[in-house]
């Protein structure tokens, strides 16, 4: 006869699983119930809407905040490392997603911060499996994980030339057209370099329009190099993973070129033979 299991093991099963219609069902309804409370949040953020319903709006926030600190001490609860659980990535979301209501009552207005309960929508991945998104994911922040150094060179780079071009155009215009520090005009460079444009400040003299002009056409190949870093170190891993072995069982998991077994299953791999 199979032991009753304790109410914490059921807890558990139905909360961090996600294999079994009860924890499916709890899912998709914490799922319904975050996307709920985000509305709630954006709605009242609206002056109308808070004038008329604010009100209710205000109770219903309450709602999910009393309703989401409960599910967090009982996931808490559950947990077989609670710590672990307590300083994972979506722990620390969980508690993040209702701690602003709290903070709300000495703060007014801190309860905006609830849109981070967004955040916990990605649990929807676990739910339906989603794995080939997954591993997406994972292969879009490996390639640009190995981009990084690149990349910082690239805007160290960028820093420079800003910080030169602030400099020359503080010279060229001076505080009578806008530009009353070289921070400032660092500042513009860094605008019209990334070609957002603000036009709080804007040079008035010909040798500073130039100069500008000359900035505008930089700042669109600039825009183009980290795309095309991470674009390159992409294309490398695409290679890399199309020549590792697969295995029959497990053919989302990729092996080095020279695996013989499986990582996972242990199983010998496409592509090779008894003797290696």
């Excluded at 669109?220 to 170190?233: F, H, L, M, Q, R």
Aim: positive net charge; charged residues 15%; hydrophobic residues 45%.
């Amino acid at each position: 006869m199979a032991a009753k299991r304790t109410f914490r093991e059921v807890a558990r099963h139905i909360i961090f699983d996600s294999t079994t219609i009860p924890s499916k069902l709890f899912d998709l309804g914490l799922i319904g119930a975050i996307c709920a409370s985000v509305l709630v949040v954006m709605l009242d953020s609206v002056a109308s809407l808070h004038k008329l319903y604010g009100g209710p709006l205000y109770v219903l926030e309450w709602f999910f905040t009393v309703l989401f600190t409960l599910e967090y001490f009982l996931r808490l609860y559950a947990a077989k490392s609670r710590v672990r659980y307590a300083t994972s990535f979506f722990g620390l979301i969980d508690l993040l997603s209702i701690l602003p209501t709290y903070f709300s009552i000495l703060y007014p207005g801190a309860q905006y911060f609830l849109i981070v309960r967004f955040f916990r929508v990605l649990r929807i991945f676990r739910l339906l499996k989603l794995m080939a998104y997954v591993r997406e994911a994972d292969f879009v922040t490996a390639s640009i994980r190995a981009s990084g150094r690149k990349i910082m060179v690239f805007l160290f780079f960028v820093l420079v030339l800003v910080s030169i071009v602030g400099a020359i155009m503080y010279m060229i215009e001076g505080p009578e057209n806008g530009f009353r520090s070289i921070p400032e005009s660092i500042y513009w460079a860094i605008v019209t370099v990334t070609t957002v444009g603000y036009g709080d400040i804007s040079p008035q003299t010909p040798a500073g329009r130039f100069l500008a002009a000359l900035l505008m056409i930089t700042g669109y190949s600039i825009i183009a190099v980290p795309t095309g870093i991470v674009s390159s170190e992409m294309s490398s891993m695409r290679g890399r993973s199309s020549r590792s072995r697969s295995c029959p069982s497990c053919p989302d998991v990729v092996h080095d070129t020279d695996a013989l077994y499986c990582r996972v299953c242990g199983r010998r791999l496409s592509g090779t033979t008894k003797g290696g």
